[in-house]
C-alpha cells in the first residue's frame, strides 16, 4: 500500500446533524455547509493574505440556466491554490439516508428481500447525493475536493466491524493534492450481507492509517455533554482523558464523581449511533496519541478547532477535548 | 480478486451522446435516458409478465417538496425483483465533463498547474452528477444499480494506457445482486498525474475481466457508417468482422473494396475520442469472441440488442453487429 509522503494534518467530521437540518428530508444547511467549508479554507490557508477564492465546481447549479464562468487565465496566473490541503473530510449523513435505511431495515442487512435491496439502493442514493453537494460546496471555496464513496473504494464489513477498508486511493489522492471526501455509506457485509458504515467509524480507521495531528468533529451542539444537551442542567465537558486500557475521566470541569456517566440521547430514526457511538470513537482516536476537538458548527470555536489552535487551559474556547492522558 | 459466480449477461455502453443533449452545457435527454432505463428493465425481466415496477429511488428529486412515497408493504410481499440483474451498465459523458476537461486540459494532465487541478476537480463534479442521475434512473425503473466512480475504484493509468482497474468491487456488487453503473471518469497517471478515462476503455477492460455473453453500445446513430453519417451518401455497416491480427473487414454491405476506410468525424471538444475511439474498442472486444452491437438508443433495435436478439441474417435489425471471424 501506499505510504503518505507527509502526515495528514488533520481528518474533520462534518456532522450529519452540523451539515443538513436533521427534521427534515433530505434538506441541507446551506449556512453550515458554507461556513464550514469557508473555516476549512481559512484553517487550510493558515494565516495567508487571503487571495481571490478560484472556484472549483464549474458545473451548472439547479435552477440557474446560465452556464458556469470560469476565470481560465486568472488560475493560470496562480502559483498555486496556496492552501495546505493535507486534510481529510468525513461528512455524516443526517436526514440523507437515515430514512432510506431505517424503512428499509438496510442497516440491518438481508439482501435476499427485496426490501432491504432496494432500500440499499436507495440509501446509497441519498448519501452520495449529499456527498456530491458537500464535495460541490468545498470546491467552489477553492478547495480541490474530491468525492470517495467507501463501498467504491471497496470497504466492507464483517458484522458490522470494518474487515476491508483499503486507504491506497485516498492516500495517492492526497499525494496530488487533493482533499479526499468520504461518508458514511452502505456497504456489503460479510456476514448480514450488508450494512450502513457510519462516518464516525470512517474516522477513527482513517486516524489510525493516517496519523493525522488532530480530527475534529464539528457537530450541532458545543460538545461532549454530561446528559442530554436538551436538559438545562447539562454541562458540558471541556477536557476528557482516555488511558490506554479503555478507561476515561472527565479532567474538566470537576464534576461530583471523576468517573461519572455520561448520559446521551440517540434518536429513535438514527441507525448508525448519534452521541454514544460519536465519544466511542472518539476516545478510541485519542487513544492513538491523536487529539479530538469536538465543537459546534458556524462559530469561532469551530474555525479555531480546524486550525489546530485549541489551548485547555484557558477557557476561551468552547468545545470538548479528548485526548491520551499524559501518565 | 474474486471471481464471478456465473458470466455476465451484458455490458451496456449508455453513450454521452445518446443519453445528454450534446450542444446544451449539462443537459440530460430524459426521454432517451429513461427509455434505456426502462429498455433495460425489460431486457432482465427476460419476456416475463409485466410486473409493477417498484422503484428503489426514494430520494427527493429536485424541485418536488413532497416526500417520496414507499411502499414498503408491496416490497415485502414480492419474491425477489424478478429480474435477471446480470449486467454492467457503463456510461460516456456527453454534454457533462467535456466542458470542464477541455476548458483546462485536465485530459492532458499537469495536477502542478491550479487551472489543471481545478479543471480536474471541476470535471468529476460533472462527472459524477450525470452518474447520480442514471443511477437514479435505473433505481426508478426498479433496477437495483449502484454507482461506481473509477477513481473511488482506484483505476489509475500511464500514459492513458490503463495500468490499475481491479474489478473486485464491481464482481461483489454483482455477486450481491447489484447493477454496477460505471462511467467515464477522472483518474490519476503515473506519467501525466492525471487525465480523463473514457468509458469506452472502460467497456474494453470489463468485457476482458467479465466475458460477457455480448456489449450493446447505444448512440445517437443507427451504428457505424462508412462515413460521417450527417453525409447524404453514408452508408450503414451492418456487419464487421475482426480476426486475430487486428484486421477487419466490412461483411455486410458488400462495397466495393472490402477493407475499404470508414471515415469519421470526432466533435472537437470530445476529449476522448468519439466514434474513432468507439470503433477501435468495440473491435477489440470482438476480437476477445463477444459480440458487439451498435445501435440508435430509443429504437425497437436498441430493445433487441439489450435482449441479445440480434440476428445478422436477416435485415430487419438497424445497427452494426462486430464480431470475430469464423476460422
Known amino acids: 500500500m501506499a505510504e503518505a509522503a507527509r502526515p495528514v494534518r488533520c481528518i474533520v467530521k462534518l456532522g450529519g446533524a452540523a451539515i443538513t437540518n436533521k427534521g427534515e428530508l433530505e434538506s441541507i444547511d446551506e449556512g453550515s455547509l458554507r461556513s464550514s467549508c469557508a473555516q476549512l479554507r481559512q484553517a487550510m490557508s493558515d494565516n495567508a493574505a487571503p487571495e481571490k ?14 452556464d458556469p464562468v470560469v476565470d481560465t487565465e486568472g488560475f493560470a496566473d496562480m502559483d498555486g491554490p496556496g492552501l495546505d490541503t493535507n486534510f481529510v473530510v468525513v461528512h455524516g449523513a ?3 439516508g437515515h430514512f432510506q435505511a431505517s424503512r428499509s431495515g438496510a442497516h440491518k442487512g438481508g439482501l435476499h428481500t427485496t426490501l432491504v435491496k432496494a432500500g440499499f439502493v436507495a440509501t446509497r442514493i441519498s448519501v452520495t447525493s449529499l456527498n456530491q453537494e458537500v464535495v460541490r460546496a468545498l470546491a467552489r471555496e477553492g478547495i480541490p475536493s474530491i468525492g470517495l464513496s467507501p463501498f467504491a473504494c471497496g470497504w466492507s464489513t464483517r458484522q458490522r466491524k470494518l474487515v476491508s477498508a483499503n486507504a491506497s486511493q485516498i492516500i495517492q489522492s492526497l499525494h496530488a493534492g487533493f ?12 456476514l448480514l450481507d450488508c450494512t450502513i458504515l457510519s462516518g464516525d467509524v470512517i474516522i477513527r480507521h482513517l486516524a489510525q492509517l493516517l496519523s493525522p495531528k488532530y480530527v475534529v468533529f464539528l457537530t450541532d451542539v458545543h460538545g461532549v455533554y454530561d446528559r442530554p444537551p436538551t436538559d438545562p442542567n447539562a454541562v458540558l465537558l471541556r477536557e476528557i482523558e482516555v ?4 478507561g476515561w475521566s472527565i479532567v474538566k470541569p470537576a464534576l461530583q464523581g471523576n468517573k461519572r456517566g455520561v448520559e446521551t440521547s440517540v434518536a429513535a430514526h438514527d441507525t448508525t449511533g448519534g452521541m454514544e457511538t460519536k465519544i466511542l470513537e472518539a476516545a478510541a482516536i485519542a487513544r492513538l496519541g491523536v ?5 459546534k458548527v458556524d462559530t469561532e470555536h469551530s474555525l479555531r478547532a480546524l486550525k489546530g489552535d ?3 487551559s484557558s477557557d476561551d474556547w468552547l468545545g470538548t477535548v479528548i485526548c491520551r492522558s499524559a501518565k
Request: aromatic residues 8%; charged residues 25%; hydrophobic residues 35%.
Open 53 to 66: 477564492v478560484m472556484g472549483m465546481d464549474w458545473s451548472r447549479r439547479p435552477g440557474e440556466s446560465a
Open 94 to 96: 443526517g436526514s440523507f
Open 179 to 190: 482533499v479526499p471526501v468520504l461518508h458514511g455509506d452502505g456497504v456489503l457485509d460479510e
Open 243 to 246: 488511558d490506554d486500557n479503555g
Open 291 to 295: 487529539d479530538v476537538y469536538i465543537t
Open 310 to 312: 485549541v489551548n485547555t
